[in-house]
């Protein structure tokens, strides 16, 4: 039994399903014998299943008592002026092997076409759920970011209105062009904008007017036009816009929120265009023409074959050859074309799921549940403790030990608290911090490192001599001293940039905290600001060693 037969929901929540026919893969058995909602009532509504298997007892018929009779009043197959339908079944017999590589050619064809359908299918269900989540998204940002009501609706509703003309459209193509599966006349679009658009809220009445009249594409109009009122009511001050609300302070948190917003719009219309475009491409008809017609030849033969099943088609002359099939290819004929038809039917169906078939999409519960979600998300409840969240006293009370109070309840003095979890290292996160120290040693040497640092002390002592030098000449010119003095100054400042970066180099291989290798606090009250690290002596020793006396062997563990 399908699952919405027997699931206990109301109608109600039936009708907000995309695909209504929910069912458990594991009643086989009840699932078997349904007839509601499966390929039964695809085919049995087709009328190629009713001709095959009407030929199919007909060329039986005859060749079972189609017969003529001699002057005895015998059967005979065949007599003067007498041609009997078993002569003619006996000079043109067909076997099932005759053809097996047309029948292995439809089968081919149709499981491939199935393949395609399904896959089709599939992608069309993945844009319509996007269209979903990227409505979905918006509203939590607006939510989120947007402190009144009026503006948080005032950006989406274009959005809606947007869903509803897509699905209106669908509508109206599958009326015009597929009358025969869509039978409801969707209304024309002044009517539709009226009495749905502006009667729900998305729109006001000159902007109904203004896209009635517009000859382009109307999702682009939209789409522009709730980004045109994020924009302004981001200007726009309290309370008429969002400009001073406590979210939105800063100018890198509009731009992103801007940016976020901008991003599911685009998306949103991609998913639209998505599904517009795989609705005016379908499968190629050259190959649906193919399929179908392919699979009426083969059976049609094999309603011809299956008469000369399981009996000899030759007979010996003079014996006459009744009942040369079985009465079995009457039931076994109508299940072959039960199945391959099926399978057609059920591919045509995953093909267009816009319609009205039992696969198909439920489009009244996905444009009426996505409005009933923005238009809660966007208004409802009223949140008197927002500004609260995120206040370390607006949490849940606990106990010393962690468990949760009861509401009204005094807290347990007697509980004792959590033990703490103390941190320990296993071997192999001894082993990596070691690792990276030697590797952090080789890179010293192989980079050099510890002789450019000689090399610079080398030329801050000569240019220091230079300079001593000049000091004791009258007759230098005092622009050659200015320069003089700028180049010290630059050697200088290379050197304090070296030595630093060597020294937290240092702390890093020792395993100082991130606080103590770069930021520390002056005075109370002082900003924060670099400190100096003990500095590596110029004169020699390798950099590795440990400048800080009483360092614990194992460092602190980092991250």
Known sequence: M???????????GKSTLV?????????????????????????????????????????????????????????????????????????????????????????????????????????????VIAIQGKLHNIGLYLRAYYSQESTRWNVIRYLLASHYIFYWSLKRRYFDWKNSQYKVDPGKFPDFVQNTLV???????????????????????LYAWSTIAMKRIMQAPLPKGEKGNAMLNTEFEQTAVLTNLKEEIVGMRGAIGTIDNSMLFPIPFQYYHIVNVTLWVNLTLVAY?????????????????????TVFTLVAYPLICFVLLGLVEVANAMSDPFGTDACDFNQDAIQEGIYNECKRLCEHPKEDFLDK?????????????????????????????????????????????????????????????????????????????????LKDLDNVPKDLQAANYTAVERVG???????????????????????????????????????????????GGSVFESTQPGQPPLPARRG
Request: charged share 25%; proline share 5%.
């Open 19 to 127: 695909i209504k026919q929910q069912y458990d893969a594991n009643a086989s058995f009840a699932n078997m014998v349904a007839i509601k909602g499966t390929v039964i009532e695809l085919v049995l509504t087709k009328p190629m299943f009713w001709i095959l298997s009407s030929l199919h007892f007909l060329l039986w018929f005859l060749k079972e008592f189609h017969h003529c009779r001699d002057e005895n009043d015998n059967k005979v197959i065949s007599k003067d002026g007498c041609i009997s339908a078993h002569k003619i079944f006996h000079d043109y017999p067909l076997k099932l092997g005759d053809i097996d590589m047309l029948s292995a050619l439809v089968t081919f064809f149709v499981v491939f076409y199935n393949g395609n359908c399904y896959g089709r299918y599939q992608s069309m269900y993945n844009n």
């Open 199 to 221: 009667k729900k809220g998305v729109l006001i009445k000159v902007e109904g007017e203004c896209i009635k009249t517009y000859t382009g594409n109307k999702h682009k109009l």
């Open 305 to 325: 074959a299956l008469l000369f099943v399981n009996k000899d088609p030759n007979p010996k002359e003079g014996q006459p050859a009744f009942f040369l099939g």
């Open 389 to 469: 969240l995120g206040d370390p006293s607006f949490n849940p009370t606990r106990n010393p030990d962690g468990t949760l109070m009861k509401p009204g309840e005094a807290p347990d003095k007697n509980a004792q608290a959590a033990p703490e979890k103390e941190l320990t290292w296993s071997q192999a996160d001894v082993q990596a911090v070691l690792d990276e120290r030697d590797q952090l040693k080789e890179d010293f040497e192989n980079l050099g490192i510890l002789d450019l640092q000689n090399q610079i002390a080398e030329l801050v002592k000569t240019q220091q001599e230079v300079c001593e030098r």
């Open 2 to 12: 399908p699952y919405d037969e027997k699931l206990l929901l109301s109608p109600e």
């Open 493 to 539: 400042r290379l050197e304090m940039l070296l030595t630093n970066q060597i020294s937290r180099l240092q702390g890093e291989l020792r395993g100082d905290p991130y606080e103590l290798r770069y930021v520390g606090q002056q005075d109370a009250g002082a900003e924060a600001s670099f400190v100096q690290v003990p500095q590596p002596s110029m004169a």
